[in-house]
Nanobody, 124 residues
Framework: QVQLVETGGGSVQAGGSLRLSCAVSGSTVNNYAMGWFRQAPGKEREFVATISWTGGSKYVADSMKGRFTISRGDTKNTAYLQMDSLKPEDTAVYYC?????????????????WGQGTQVTVSS
């Protein structure tokens, strides 16, 4: 059974940084595309960033460009989200997702497997 585990969430003051990690386990597949999404209280889940299985294609949501960076680990089934210059409006539960198709996608329906989410809280 495929499992995704996110780590690295927490509380930080505005202007600070956090690095989220996501690891896929329980699968012999090693060509997952990875995505990050977030859901703030009372809002729908939204796209944050995605990276293809090769790492050659990356996309970051416009509102986070220049502040958030997505990357892959040395092992293919890991991904990171570096978040800098955090703002209170970045407060949300952040979810990692994996797509066996291997293609970077901004769409939630492209992903078959999801993590449980990790809380990020940014105080002003």
């Amino acid at each position: 059974q495929v499992q995704l585990v996110e780590t690295g969430g927490g509380s930080v003051q505005a202007g600070g940084s956090l690095r989220l990690s996501c690891a896929v386990s329980g699968s012999t597949v090693n060509n997952y595309a990875m995505g990050w999404f977030r859901q703030a209280p009372g809002k729908e889940r939204e796209f944050v960033a995605t990276i293809s299985w090769t790492g050659g294609s990356k996309y970051v949501a416009d509102s986070m460009k220049g502040r958030f960076t997505i990357s892959r680990g040395d092992t293919k089934n890991t991904a990171y989200l570096q978040m800098d210059s955090l703002k209170p409006e970045d407060t949300a539960v952040y979810y990692c997702a994996a797509s066996v198709a291997g293609l970077a996608s901004i769409y939630q329906q492209s992903y078959e497997s999801w993590g449980q989410g990790t809380q990020v809280t940014v105080s002003s």
